[in-house]
């Protein structure tokens, strides 16, 4: 332990050669404590022969005397009493950093940024992240919800340590992780004409209002694309920016939407219908997605591991298999 400050050394004594132990700065401050070797030693489990042997490594280092002894008492001297001060300086540093450390590693203190897709961040990830804080309490989690894009650019720059999206198009310096495939459903308000069928094709959407997430979003895009292939003209006759949105808008009966099974949970909880959309099916795979370059915290690869094992048991698919 190396360390310098104002601390009145001779002149002949080079600083860079003062590398003292914490056992022998705790050896200083409890002689200055208790002013009694035999105390000091006792307190600090050593013998007072060692104690002494210590105390004169230290006044040797410093080419000073820190302690004047008698038979009778023990005075520190004046610099003694500068030395102790910083002795305590550092001892109070190194007790501030191993708690810190031992936090840490016991997981109790730290935070986790979170970059999802709407989708994921208001059915599937409450439930993990509530089982995550029953844990690690001590570990704050914040989250960012919005679309493929922002997902990608948040964990890219470093704002989130872990992305949900999907897995499409993700560049190399991303690692990934799929976690489920994920097929779309047309949700219907109760009443809707199309409520009778069990399936719906492509072509019976033809004509219908939808309520669509914006144009510049990849859940918009694959729609579009797969009914410009099918020959369709799809009506986007109400654009918002949330799924929850979109699902009330569906609820009031303004229109009908397509979405990815993340979002199903939420439609069943408002009563809405729901059906497989076919001929063809489309889906996309939705994973976990971290930088390549960026280790993660103690807290982070926890989260990782939880998210998944409980993805399978929480996969919003496996759920809705009687509707299909």
Known sequence: MSFSSSFPYPAMIHTDRLNFSAKEL???????????????????????PVLTRTVQRVEGLLGLTLFNRTTRKVEITDAGKEFVALAERVLND???YLTAVQERTNEQRGQVVISSVMSVACTVLPTIVARYKQ??????????????GNVI??????????????????????????????????????????????????S????????????????????????????????????????????????????????????????????????PLVQPRISRVLGLITLKERSQSPFGEALIEQLECEW???????KYQSVR
């Not at 844990?135 to 493929?148: A, F, S, W």
């Not at 033809?206 to 292939?229: E, F, K």
Request: net charge positive; hydrophobic share 45%.
């Open 153 to 202: 650019e948040n964990v890219r720059s470093g704002v989130a340590d872990i992305g949900l999206t999907y897995l499409d198009d993700i560049a190399p310096i991303f690692a990934q992780k799929p976690l489920s495939k994920q097929y779309f459903h047309v949700v219907l308000p109760k009443g809707h004409r199309l409520e009778r069928r069990r399936q719906i094709s492509w």
């Open 94 to 96: 190194v007790q501030i």
């Open 204 to 275: 019976a959407l033809q004509g219908q209002q939808l309520v669509s997430l914006p144009s510049d979003s990849r859940t918009r895009r694959l729609i579009d694309a797969t009914a410009i292939t099918a020959g369709l003209n799809l009506s986007h006759d109400i654009t918002v920016t949330q799924f929850t949105t979109m699902l009330q808008f569906v609820a009031s009966g303004v229109g009908i939407a397509i979405v990815p099974e993340g979002a199903l949970a939420e439609a069943l909880s408002i009563g809405l219908s729901i059906r």
């Open 26 to 48: 705790l050896a200083i401050k409890a002689v200055a404590d208790y002013g009694s070797f035999n105390a000091a030693a006792i307190t600090l489990h050593m013998s007072q």
């Open 312 to 318: 399978k048991r929480l996969n919003v698919a496996s």
């Open 135 to 148: 844990e690690r309490p001590g570990v704050d989690l914040h989250i960012y919800e919005g679309v493929h």
